[in-house]
């Protein structure tokens, strides 16, 4: 089976910076767009950052300019470097992924299974 697994969530300071990873495992064709979203306790999910397999890139704007979404295809694996965060960053935070398995004709949306951030003021 495809499986999203995250890893990089913790606690930090406000100001201090945190590295999320998002690996996609299993009998993978190919991976398409990838994205993190996050969820704070009463809110909805939201988009915090999307990826085309090409690389362009888009941002919320409550991120830009702080936040930096990245892959590596060759490792099938996704990242979000997070710099300045602030207590309102505060959430649990989703990878997301078009994938297409080993002899599928088309993509399924897989999530991850969440890692909590959490910044102290």
């Known amino acids: 089976q495809v499986q999203l697994v995250e890893s990089g969530g913790g606690l930090v300071q406000d100001g201090g910076s945190l590295r999320l990873s998002c690996a996609a495992t299993?009998?993978?064709?190919?991976?398409?767009?990838m994205a993190w979203y996050r969820q704070a306790p009463g809110n909805q999910r939201e988009l915090v950052a999307d990826i085309t397999s090409g690389g362009s890139t888009n941002y919320a704007d409550s991120v830009k300019g702080r936040f930096t979404i990245s892959r590596d295809n060759a490792k099938n694996t996704m990242y979000l470097q997070m710099n300045s965060l602030k207590p309102e960053d505060t959430a649990v935070y989703y990878c997301?992924?078009?994938?297409?398995?080993?002899?599928?004709?088309?993509?399924?949306?897989?999530w991850g299974q969440g890692t909590q951030v959490t910044v102290s003021s």
């Open positions: 997301n992924a078009q994938i297409r398995g080993e002899g599928r004709v088309y993509s399924v949306e897989y």
């Open positions: 299993g009998s993978i064709f190919s991976i398409n767009g």
